[in-house]
Structure formats: structure tokens, C-alpha cells
């Protein structure tokens, strides 16, 4: 079995960003989603669990981030292409994300990113194949 990823998630309005991630093209695991919890399914490998603020509260004594005013994380996942990098930050603009940063360019290596509608920094990035085996600069 290979390792998986659970990115758990506070937000404050569970059924906007279910939305919100099913409008990038995932789907929702309603096996493990309730009134409290999404698992949206990003891979085979990696899911995330957006929890309910109060929800999320009970996994933590810390205090839960603002994502709209600081930053707890980047959360950065691969694409296939430049064009896929680009597709998926355009959707996810047009689906009720934000503007984050400008692209990236380093011409090997091509990234977008955007914001979830809680804030949630979002990277999507693109790497030359022969870079990531270290074949050319």
C-alpha cells in the first residue's frame, strides 16, 4: 500500500468549500463526509478533510489559524503540464478562489497558486521531467 496524505482543513462554511473543491473537478467521499466533514478526493494518494471550525477544534488545544490574515501552510500538488497548472488555477478562480501570487516561471519549472475561499495558500506546479531526475538545469 502506498502512503496517502490527509490534509485536514478548518473552514468556516462546509457546503461553500465543497464547492468550492468539487468545482476544480474532485470528488466527495460520502462515506467519510457528514454534517462536520468533506473528504474530497484530490488522488488515489491524497485526500482532504475540510472540517467545520468547532469540528476541527476538537483535534487541537491550539488555536485554529485565520487563513484570511495569516498563513498556517502552503499546500503545493503537481500537474501534468503547464497548461494543467494554468487550467486548474483558472478553475479554481472562477470557482470562488482568489489571486494569490503571480506565476512562477523558471522555465523547467512553471507554477500558479490561488487561495480556497477560506484562504488556504494553494500551489500548483509544473517540473520538467528530465529536471526532476536531474538530466538538465
Known amino acids: 500500500m502506498s502512503t496517502m496524505i490527509f490534509v485536514n482543513l478548518p473552514v468556516k462554511d ?7 473543491y468539487e468545482g476544480l473537478g474532485y470528488k ?13 478526493v484530490v488522488s488515489e494518494e491524497i485526500f482532504l478533510m475540510l472540517l467545520v471550525e468547532p469540528f476541527f477544534k ?17 499546500l503545493c500538488i ?6 494543467a497548472a ?11 478562489g482568489s489571486f494569490s501570487n503571480e506565476p512562477m516561471d ?12 477560506d484562504g488556504h495558500l494553494w500551489e500548483i506546479m509544473w517540473m520538467d521531467p528530465a529536471a526532476a531526475t536531474g538530466e538538465q538545469p
Open 14 to 20: 462546509l457546503a461553500k468549500s465543497t464547492e468550492f
Open 28 to 40: 466527495r467521499n460520502p462515506a467519510f463526509s457528514d454534517d462536520n466533514a468533506s473528504c474530497i
Open 58 to 74: 476538537t483535534f487541537t488545544k491550539k488555536e485554529i489559524v485565520d487563513a484570511s490574515t495569516s498563513t498556517e501552510a502552503i
Open 78 to 83: 503537481s500537474a501534468e503540464s503547464r497548461e
Open 86 to 96: 494554468d487550467a486548474l488555477a483558472d478553475k479554481a478562480l472562477s470557482s470562488g
Open 106 to 117: 523558471e522555465g523547467f519549472m512553471y507554477g500558479r497558486s490561488f487561495q480556497d475561499p
